[in-house]
């Protein structure tokens, strides 16, 4: 199993990225999935998770309102759309999967890096001011 994510890069304060995750080896289609991130310095942190039928979102008091999770079931794949970039969203952003199929949780379990059994090898954000 393969969790591959891409689209991160270099932009300005206020601008736009959407990062994608493709997943391999096993369908995602009904699992949740999610994207957290990494600062230097700084500890793991959790951005944005999506439920297994997609129909609840969860984000971070930092992101929301800027940032979109979707999924398409069909490709396998989640994105994560960020809009108007800040300084402090300079980080390494991983996506993850669960490994359970159908399963819904409390909600603060979907900001739990533990909940999350499979783990891409994280794209690089740089916002420059």
């Known amino acids: 199993v393969q969790l591959q994510a891409s689209g991160g890069g270099l932009v300005q304060a206020g601008g736009t990225l959407r990062l994608s995750c493709v997943a391999s080896g096993r369908t995602f289609s009904d699992s949740v999935m999610g994207w957290f991130r990494q600062a230097p310095g700084k500890a793991r942190e959790f951005v944005a998770a999506?439920?297994?039928?997609?129909?609840?979102?969860f984000y971070s008091d930092s992101v929301k309102g800027r940032f979109t999770i979707s999924r398409d079931s069909a490709k396998n794949t989640q994105y994560l759309q960020m809009n108007s970039l800040r300084l402090e969203g300079t980080a390494v952003y991983y996506c993850?999967?669960?490994?359970?199929?159908?399963?819904?949780?409390?909600?603060?379990?979907?900001?739990?890096?533990?909940?999350?059994?499979?783990w891409g090898q994280g794209t690089q954000v740089t916002v420059s001011s």
């Open positions: 993850s999967a669960d490994s359970r199929r159908r399963t819904t949780y409390g909600e603060h379990e979907y900001r739990r890096g533990g909940l999350y059994d499979y």
């Open positions: 999506i439920s297994w039928s997609g129909s609840m979102t």
